[in-house]
């Protein structure tokens, strides 16, 4: 019955937060485009999918993807598990944390793999590109990049430095590589890094994070729990942004010489 109960709050709470977009759409289309919602039934049927799907879906994160996250963060990080003293005032040693670095890395490639957003844009590259980006290599660069920024962003956490330095480094090497990458990839290895942080990958970041500050000795959740989707959004770009410039160099590499300067003179 509580269940039912607490259902029925979250599918209320949801409809609330999607009657605003709804409520837009149809003054566009009725009143400034002043034509009728093409095919209302199935727009209709979508919209309930969609608010008992997210509803069912944020019930799954309150129940299920965030305290999955969040335990196993605490369980590899426990001073026990890791064979040191447990004081409230001990330093913690980068080097213990092995095992943590290696989770979140794998848990940055995995969720990142099963990413609806990512899956959408991978594909729509692959067919605008008439297949010259391949589906499943854009999503394994991308997810590369994830696996490395997360396990970075456990590296920040353990050992307590700033989170601005690690995101100002990586932004000035973003800048560098737009500048010398190929300019027709510019735009996707953008949008890669926003695709990511998605209905996967956020929760179990997210609940990563905070696992992990509450357990690390010095460390405080609301100060250094939170940072790790800066680093799944920053590193997908600088991974698709070299993937791009080291295809273009090696194709470059193939070119004879010769036929070089004519293309060059064309």
Same mark, same amino acid.
């Given at each position: 019955m509580d269940y039912i109960i607490e259902f029925i709050h979250i599918l209320f709470r949801t409809l609330l937060d999607v009657l605003p977009i709804v409520l837009l759409?149809?003054? +566009?289309?009725?009143?400034?485009?002043?034509?009728?919602?093409?095919?209302?039934?199935?727009?209709?049927?979508?919209i309930v999918h969609v608010i008992v799907g997210l509803s069912l879906?944020?019930?799954?994160?309150e129940k299920s993807l965030f305290p999955l996250g969040e335990s196993m963060?605490?369980?590899?990080s426990d001073p026990a598990f890791l064979g040191i003293l447990a004081?409230?005032?001990?330093?913690?040693d980068w080097t213990h944390y092995g095992w943590v670095y290696l989770f979140a890395?794998?848990?940055? +490639?995995?969720?990142?793999?099963?990413?609806?957003?990512?899956?959408?844009?991978?594909?729509?590259?692959?067919?605008?590109?008439?297949?010259?980006?391949?589906?499943?290599?854009?999503?394994?660069?991308?997810?590369?990049?994830?696996?490395?920024?997360i396990a970075l962003g456990t590296f920040r956490i353990v050992t307590g430095t700033p989170l601005y330095l690690y995101i100002l480094a990586g932004y000035i090497i973003v800048i560098v590589?737009?500048?010398f990458s190929p300019k027709q990839i510019i735009g996707l290895a953008y949008d890669s890094g926003g695709v990511t942080t998605s209905t996967v990958t956020v929760p179990i970041v997210a609940a990563l994070?905070?696992?992990?500050?509450?357990?690390?000795?010095?460390r405080d959740p609301a100060l250094d729990g939170f940072g790790l989707i800066a680093f799944a959004s920053l590193f997908p770009i600088i991974s698709v942004l070299a993937y791009a410039q080291f295809t273009h160099w090696r194709?470059?590499?193939?070119?004879?010489?010769?036929?070089?300067?004519?293309?060059?003179?064309?």
């Open positions: 759409i149809l003054f +566009f289309q009725l009143v400034v485009v002043r034509q009728p919602v093409p095919r209302l039934r199935s727009v209709l049927i979508g879906f944020l019930i799954g994160l963060a605490q369980q590899l004081s409230e005032h001990a330093s913690a890395a794998f848990i940055g +490639f995995s969720t990142t793999l099963a990413e609806p957003s990512l899956m959408a844009v991978a594909q729509k590259a692959s067919e605008v590109s008439a297949g010259t980006i391949n589906n499943w290599g854009l999503r394994i660069v991308v997810a590369l990049g994830v696996a490395f920024g590589q737009t500048i994070g905070l696992g992990l500050a509450g357990t690390v000795p010095g194709t470059t590499r193939r070119i004879p010489r010769g036929k070089e300067k004519i293309q060059g003179g064309l």
